[in-house]
């Protein structure tokens, strides 16, 4: 039973700490929904049917700009953001469960990490053409643009087929283990892993399937902030 003499979290006052703990990995989770969905609503501007001329224009204008800071600074800190969010909420669901499960917790560092490695390759993808013709230097022009509508096809395939079924198994050890520890509660649980099986089996064409991940981040970070808040985590 934790006593006022037992340590949480460091030498802070007893109280302090149940307060602001989980708070790390609830704030970067919220960040990361918001730059995940910003960037790649961006990024998904690309026309798909566009002669090389047209791709030229978009390229050098106002979608080019947004594109730019969609993949050079949006979505490269949202991934840093969801890397945040999976080491605070580790740290978090380690000093909260009786006991540790060395396997769930392997996979969910695992999964969190590659889920942001493949973001991170397909949002490069989708930023090819304009950095091939902002970025080229003189007869960048001329490239291939044909090119692009490849990439922006290889970065949507990586994304969606093979990404967020990564992610569907860091969602699956994650609630996994909030759930032993007391850190979700039930019903949070169940429509988590309803997600889980919606991005492991959806078809792949569906656009609001993308948005599972950002919003069960989103959500399961209002939980942790929540029950931080309201103390509803004391362990007897």
Same mark, same amino acid.
């Given at each position: 039973?934790?006593?006022?003499?037992?340590?949480?979290?460091?030498?802070?006052?007893?109280?302090?700490?149940?307060?602001?703990?989980?708070?790390? $990995?609830?704030?970067?989770?919220?960040?990361?929904? *918001?730059?995940?969905?910003?960037?790649?609503?961006?990024?998904d501007q690309v026309p798909q049917?566009?002669?090389?001329?047209?791709?030229?224009?978009? #390229?050098?204008?106002?979608?080019?700009?947004?594109?730019?800071?969609?993949?050079? #600074?949006?979505?490269?800190?949202?991934?840093?953001?969801?890397?945040?969010?999976?080491?605070?909420? %580790?740290?978090?669901?380690?000093? /909260?469960?009786? %006991?540790?499960?060395?396997?769930?917790?392997? &996979?969910?560092?695992? @999964?969190?990490?590659?889920?942001?490695?493949?973001?991170?390759? @397909?949002?490069?993808? $989708?930023?090819?053409?304009?950095?091939?013709? %902002?970025?080229?230097?003189?007869?960048?022009?001329?490239?291939?643009?044909?090119?692009?509508?490849?990439?922006?096809?290889?970065?949507?395939?990586?994304?969606?087929?093979? @990404?967020?079924?990564?992610?569907?198994?860091?969602?699956? @050890?994650?609630?996994?283990?909030? /759930?032993?520890?007391?850190?979700?509660? %039930?019903?949070? $649980?169940?429509?988590? #892993? *309803? $997600?889980?099986? *919606?991005?492991?089996?959806? &078809?792949?064409? &569906?656009?609001?399937? *993308?948005?599972?991940?950002?919003?069960?981040?989103?959500?399961?970070?209002?939980?942790?902030?929540?029950?931080?808040?309201?103390?509803?985590?004391?362990?007897?």
């Open positions: 039973m934790t006593t006022p003499e037992e340590p949480d979290g460091g030498g802070a006052p007893p109280g302090r700490p149940r307060l602001l703990q989980g708070s790390g $990995a609830g704030l970067a989770g919220l960040l990361f929904a *918001v730059l995940f969905v910003v960037g790649f609503a961006i990024l049917s566009a002669t090389t001329a047209e791709l030229t224009e978009f #390229y050098e204008g106002a979608g080019g700009n947004g594109l730019i800071v969609a993949g050079f #600074y949006l979505v490269p800190f949202s991934g840093l953001s969801f890397l945040w969010f999976v080491a605070a909420s %580790r740290h978090r669901l380690s000093s /909260l469960a009786r %006991r540790e499960d060395r396997l769930l917790d392997t &996979v969910q560092l695992a @999964a969190g990490v590659l889920f942001v490695a493949m973001m991170y390759v @397909a949002s490069a993808a $989708a930023v090819t053409g304009v950095s091939a013709v %902002r970025l080229g230097g003189a007869g960048a022009g001329l490239v291939p643009l044909e090119q692009a509508a490849t990439m922006t096809a290889y970065a949507q395939s990586l994304l969606t087929i093979y @990404a967020f079924r990564t992610a569907g198994v860091f969602i699956m @050890a994650s609630t996994t283990r909030a /759930l032993r520890a007391r850190l979700f509660p %039930r019903w949070f $649980a169940v429509l988590s #892993y *309803v $997600a889980v099986v *919606v991005l492991l089996l959806a &078809v792949t064409d &569906v656009r609001a399937v *993308v948005l599972l991940v950002p919003l069960w981040v989103a959500a399961a970070s209002a939980v942790i902030l929540f029950r931080r808040a309201t103390g509803q985590l004391e362990v007897a």
